[in-house]
């Protein structure tokens, strides 16, 4: 029989909703929390302190792994904010959200053994320092995140987020239904990121216009979301996944998916992420959802996900 956990911990997928890519140039961007799919860790007693993955068939243990080992640090890093030496447990992570596809797993298992440790230590940590952890970690997976996965997996709210400032929560007036659905192709962030670098550093002037572009789209996008204006989200994700496109960063899996929600009757459609390959996401009435998850799936989507972003208030 499996020993019940010391504690537990877990923290949720995320979409990006506007601004991918431009926010690491200091433009503002708009994610939100995607509760159906999550990341958890459970805390068991043992004799060393070691991180399994069950999905990924790792298991480290933290005293020797080496100083890039994403789990161990993140073990190490909750320690050291706690100022206590590494707890003799087996700490246990089991995760839905698919890696390497844009919807924040790296993050969310991260805050997940984070929230763990503090219920095991029963410690409290603020928001904004376990954020400040996660995006340590972060780092490890491309040099330059803008923080935004970190912010919006620790928060569990739709924010407003600019690299290097306070995340802004604000007011979702209406909910927003969307299909998340999966190209299948991994694409890690630190490729596009990297690759959208060096095409700004060859092309700065066209790369900018290109960032305040998406920017400017964002901030039309969190007036319509305030407003509860969302049949207005639709046009703004289509300019949006259009200059995504002009940067480089779709794809023909994720141009085909796009395609076929928009010809299945969605509001809106675009990648959400890194791109080149990923998820993309879809604006949906409740109407026609059915039969734009079906669309997507028969031009190629792996998986299809159903979600709401729930009115909110700001605090
Ligand atoms: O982790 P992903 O694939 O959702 O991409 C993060 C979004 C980027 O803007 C491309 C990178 C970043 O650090 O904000």
């Known amino acids: 029989m499996t020993p019940s956990p010391l504690a537990r911990g877990e923290a949720p997928g995320k979409v990006i909703l506007f601004g991918e890519?431009?926010?690491?140039?200091?433009?503002?961007?708009?994610?939100?929390?995607?509760?159906?799919?999550?990341?958890?860790?459970?805390?068991?007693?043992?004799?060393?302190?070691?991180?399994?993955?069950?999905?990924?068939?790792?298991?480290?243990?933290?005293?020797?792994?080496?100083?890039?080992?994403?789990?161990?640090?993140?073990?190490?890093?909750?320690?050291?904010?706690?100022?206590?030496?590494?707890?003799?447990?087996?700490?246990?992570?089991?995760?839905?959200?698919?890696?390497?596809?844009?919807?924040?797993?790296?993050?969310?298992?991260?805050?997940?053994?984070?929230?763990?440790?503090?219920?095991?230590?029963?410690?409290?940590?603020?928001?904004?320092?376990?954020?400040?952890?996660?995006?340590?970690?972060?780092?490890?997976?491309?040099?330059?995140?803008?923080?935004?996965?970190?912010?919006?997996?620790?928060?569990?709210?739709?924010?407003?987020?600019?690299?290097?400032?306070?995340?802004?929560?604000f007011a979702v007036a209406r909910p927003i239904p969307l299909l998340i659905a999966d190209t299948g192709v991994p694409s890690p962030t630190r490729i596009a990121v990297g690759d959208v670098r060096r095409a700004w550093e060859q092309e700065p002037a066209r790369f900018e216009a290109l960032f305040d572009e998406i920017g400017d789209i964002a901030r039309q996008a969190r007036s319509a979301i305030e407003e509860g204006d969302i049949p207005a989200l639709g046009p703004l994700m289509h300019a949006n996944q259009t200059l995504l496109a002009r940067m480089g960063v779709s794809s023909p899996e994720l141009d085909r998916l796009v395609r076929a929600a928009l010809d299945a009757g969605a509001a809106g459609a675009k990648l959400s992420g890194a791109g080149r390959g990923g998820n993309m996401i879809a604006l949906v009435s409740d109407d026609i959802a059915e039969e734009v998850a079906n669309a997507l799936r028969a031009a190629g989507a792996v998986r299809v996900i159903s979600t709401t972003i729930p009115p909110a208030t700001p605090i």
């Not at 161990?72 to 100022?83: G, K, S, Y």
């Not at 844009?102 to 230590?121: K, V």
């Not at 997976?141 to 569990?156: F, L, M």
Request: proline letters at 9%.
């Open 21 to 169: 890519h431009a926010v690491v140039y200091g433009r503002p961007a708009i994610a939100a929390p995607v509760t159906q799919v999550r990341a958890r860790a459970h805390i068991f007693p043992a004799s060393t302190c070691t991180v399994e993955a069950i999905d990924l068939h790792q298991r480290v243990e933290v005293a020797r792994a080496p100083a890039d080992d994403p789990f161990a640090l993140m073990v190490r890093l909750v320690c050291d904010a706690l100022q206590r030496p590494l707890p003799p447990w087996r700490i246990v992570i089991t995760s839905d959200i698919p890696i390497a596809a844009g919807l924040g797993s790296g993050a969310a298992i991260s805050a997940a053994i984070g929230r763990a440790m503090l219920a095991g230590f029963n410690a409290h940590l603020p928001n904004e320092t376990l954020s400040a952890l996660v995006y340590e970690v972060e780092k490890l997976h491309h040099g330059t995140p803008s923080g935004i996965d970190n912010t919006v997996v620790v928060y569990e709210r739709p924010v407003w987020f600019v690299r290097g400032r306070e995340p802004e929560p």
